[in-house]
């Protein structure tokens, strides 16, 4: 059985690589529907992280899990596609935004959830976490979410800002330290 | 502040110091091939990494999935570095060529490899590279490739140089070239480094040091393959990448009487 390789830091002269032109458009902007996903990236003292990357994946509001190419290329999303796959980095501030739909369970009762990666300078290996929806009546039954303490469980949930976008913080380390996750069988 | 030692940076020693403290108080829990995210060697690392140990669940949903690039995503030509830019860029020309496994072994097939590094004076194109080695105008560092059905994938470059940073006083990374993969489901997402062998610079590296496990730390290293080179033209390094996943089915011990 091969042995799994280790990750490694993105380092901080990413920028020319992995970030590609749309990348944060999911759909169209203006789009029915559409809403901003955005947030800061924070470290252990607060401050911004202005050389993360973030990358989220996810249904589509019906709950289907697209299976579709061009999710680099984005034109399949300029013509109306959903791939379901976005990738940001963040500003000078530490903020990012991504356009989207809001996801659909993928399961009956299941609690819709937009996954994440969060790379970063400074943080060795990638790491999991999960948006979840404010206001979704799932929330409460969900087991994962649960398990974990009020305080936990609200750096999972973002918030509904007066325009109606999604609001998000990563903090990496520190007060509202943001749950990030392991799978089981993994190797991390 | 009165400290005078404050404004002294730290040294390779001391460095190096932590780098056999962090070995060493992890060799009594075992093999740990994971990559330890508070590696205070890598001073960048100190505010930057969660404190709480990652929370244990099952994947559900979209994490059963990833998301697919195919021949729209990627032309062929951006698997070859050294003509992107009209003109020949300087250094030792090389083929990094391997595969792309999972956990069982299993060729991961037309999946997305991204790959960035400097150039072969240690220079990045980045406008926050500001190390005073000249930019090679034919060479952008960047390229990406699908992986064919038995997982391989191979690019043409230039060997990267190794280039000062700041983690402390006369810090050198290593020589590396920078991957970044998918798998067949979320929870397979890596991003790494691939090193080249016989670096002395890999033993004083914090980075590919917070590896602690001597045999996962090795496997961040190429292997010169002469079978990869090629004539008048390019010398080669394999490299295999395994991604692991939550669901790589383990198999079942057969019993062939």
Same mark, same amino acid.
Do not use: C
């Given at each position: ?188 | ?18 780098? $056999?403290?962090?070995?060493? *108080? ?5 093999? &740990?091939? =994971?990559? /330890? ?5 890598? !001073? ?38 050294? $003509?992107?830019?009209?003109? *020949? ?5 090389? &083929?990094? =060529?391997? /595969? ?5 072994? !299993? ?61 402390? !006083? ?88």
């Amino acid at each position: 059985m091969p042995e799994p390789t280790p990750g490694q830091t993105v380092g901080p002269f990413f920028h020319d690589a992995l970030p590609v032109e749309g990348g944060d458009r999911l759909v169209p902007g203006g789009s029915p529907g559409a809403v901003r996903l955005h947030g800061r990236v924070l470290d252990g003292r607060g401050d911004p992280v202005p050389d993360a990357l973030l990358e989220i994946w996810q249904a589509d509001p019906a709950g289907r899990v697209a299976q579709e190419h061009g999710s680099l290329r984005r034109d399949r999303v300029d013509a109306g596609v959903f791939t379901g796959f976005g990738r940001a980095a963040t500003d000078a501030d530490g903020a990012y935004v991504f356009t989207t739909l809001e996801p659909g369970a993928t399961a009956p009762g299941a609690a819709p959830f937009v996954a994440m990666t969060v790379f970063a300078r400074g943080l060795l290996d990638r790491l999991f976490t999960r948006v979840y929806l404010p206001d979704d009546v799932a929330l409460a039954a969900d087991p994962f979410l649960g398990m974990l303490s009020p305080e936990e469980r609200s750096t999972l949930v973002a918030r509904r800002e007066h325009d109606g976008s999604l609001r998000f913080d990563v903090r990496l380390q520190g007060d509202g330290e943001t749950v990030f996750l392991r799978f089981p069988r993994g190797s991390r | 502040m009165t400290d005078s030692h404050e404004s002294e940076p730290d040294d390779q020693e001391t460095i190096s110091r932590e780098i $056999a403290a962090a070995q060493q *108080e992890d060799a009594p829990h075992g093999r &740990r091939t =994971a990559t /330890r995210l508070d590696f205070p060697a890598y !001073r960048s690392s100190a505010l930057r990494h969660p404190t709480k140990e990652l929370r244990h669940v099952d994947p559900e949903g979209v994490e059963l999935l990833a998301p697919v690039f195919g021949e729209r995503d990627v032309d062929p030509s951006e698997a070859d570095l050294t $003509a992107q830019r009209g003109g *020949e860029p300087i250094g030792e020309r090389i &083929r990094v =060529a391997g /595969r792309v496994l999972d956990g069982d072994g !299993r060729p991961v097939r037309r999946q997305l490899v991204e790959v960035w590094q400097a150039n072969a004076a240690g220079r990045y194109v980045h406008r926050r590279d500001q190390h005073p080695a000249p930019v090679d105008p034919h060479f952008t560092g960047v390229g990406r490739a699908l992986t064919a059905d038995d997982g391989s994938y191979s690019f043409v470059t230039i060997k990267p140089g190794p280039y000062p940073w700041r983690n402390h !006083r006369n810090a050198w990374r290593p020589a590396h070239v920078h991957f970044s993969l998918f798998g067949t489901e979320f929870t397979q997402r890596l991003v790494t480094q691939m090193y080249f062998p016989g670096d002395p610079l890999l033993a004083l590296d914090p980075i590919h040091q917070a590896v602690l496990d001597p045999a996962a730390r090795e496997r961040l290293v190429a292997t010169y393959d002469h079978d990869l080179s090629e004539p008048e033209w390019l010398l080669g390094y394999r490299w295999d990448i395994v991604l692991t996943g939550p669901h790589a089915t383990p198999l079942e011990e057969q019993d062939h009487a």
